[in-house]
């Protein structure tokens, strides 16, 4: 076993102590079989909240597409996407900061304890550390010291309108600005960053309207679940082909019968994509026409469809089959 997979293996044990020690049961995803090729490592749920996390020893190695994947298919499940590494091209994380990679936030275990406790202050975007202030109770504790907007800006080194944002809570302070303001009120005019909330939401540019797909298939059941108004997503490196998200929240997981895999191999990613499921509180769906496939599946939990209309149907509910 080479250095770099047995720390590999190491972060993942060190992430699921972290996770069961506050409370999340936690399940290793299996599929597909590489480990280089997986967008998603771990799901962990407690009391209707998962978080779906991939485990990278170093996140300048991270490739656009694997955060993309997970960051998706997370929005779409309502689950909280997270990278957990321990570098980023070589130098070592901090663990008291929460580090901005493809639209997620990447942690080190200790860095996701903090987070899981709420208690994560500092985060670093595109190079540049920053926190996040309290805009209420940095505008109390100014009042309450008599200073203006002007006084504080001209304390801290910023300007007027500046102040002004932090207190409407609409901008976040640079590293060095947060500091001149801790030394005036103190770190209570300062507040977490909401990892778990925020991260898969941060800002990554417009999303695509289509998602590509691998055959005539998915593309059909794309079509007929974006006609009815329904969010989709496509993925290629996790047990699901296509997840999707109704207006009305309902969630489901769908799995599409590859020519290219071998039964076992569809068994394994039925076993996975219906684990997923469960614990985003999703349906899950196969859509197969082979008799011993579907069998399996439905000992598995999930529902068998033998054409896209049917998967359509079962997304949408019976009452809109006739539209799907």
């Excluded at 290793?28 to 079989?33: E, G, S």
């Excluded at 909280?80 to 997620?104: C, F, K, N, Q, T």
């Excluded at 001149?180 to 939401?201: A, H, M, N, T, Y």
């Excluded at 439905?298 to 998967?311: T, W």
Aim: glycine share 8%; proline share 3%.
């Amino acid at each position: 076993m080479d250095g770099e997979w047995r720390q590999t293996l190491e972060l993942l044990e060190a992430t699921r102590r972290v996770l069961a020690r506050s409370g999340y049961s936690v399940s290793l995803v299996n599929y597909p079989r590489q480990y280089e090729k997986r967008s998603i490592d771990v799901l962990a749920t407690r009391e209707g909240e998962s978080i779906l996390l991939k485990i990278s020893t170093d996140i300048g190695s991270l490739n656009a597409r694997e955060a993309r994947e997970l960051r998706r298919l997370s929005l779409v499940l309502g689950a909280s996407p997270l990278l957990v590494a321990l570098r980023e091209h070589g130098e070592e994380l901090e663990d008291i900061v929460a580090y901005e990679r493809y639209g997620v936030y990447a942690l080190t275990p200790s860095g996701l304890e903090a987070a899981l406790r709420n208690e994560l202050y500092v985060a670093r975007r595109h190079g540049d550390f920053y926190m996040r202030i309290d805009g209420a109770r940095l505008r109390e504790a100014r009042e309450a010291r008599g200073m203006s907007l002007g006084d504080l800006a001209s304390i801290v080194g910023v300007t007027r309108r500046s102040i002004y944002e932090y207190e409407r809570s609409t901008m976040d302070v640079s590293l060095t600005v947060a500091l001149k303001i801790l030394d005036v009120f103190g770190e209570e005019v300062f507040k977490p960053i909401p990892v778990l909330s925020e991260s898969g939401r941060l800002k990554q540019g417009r999303r695509p309207r289509r998602p590509s797909v691998d055959n005539k298939l998915e593309a059909t059941v794309v079509t007929m679940l974006q006609r009815s108004g329904v969010e989709v997503v496509h993925t290629r490196h996790t047990p699901v082909d296509i997840a999707s998200k109704t207006p009305g929240e309902g969630r489901a997981v769908v799995v599409v019968e590859h020519s290219r895999e071998k039964p076992s191999d569809m068994y394994d990613k039925c076993m996975e994509a219906s684990k997923l499921a469960s614990g985003v509180k999703a349906k899950a769906i196969l859509l197969s026409s082979k008799r011993e496939l579907g069998i399996d599946a439905e000992g598995l939990g999930m529902e068998v469809a033998r054409r896209p209309e049917e998967v359509a149907s079962l997304v949408l509910g019976d009452k809109h089959s006739q539209r799907a």
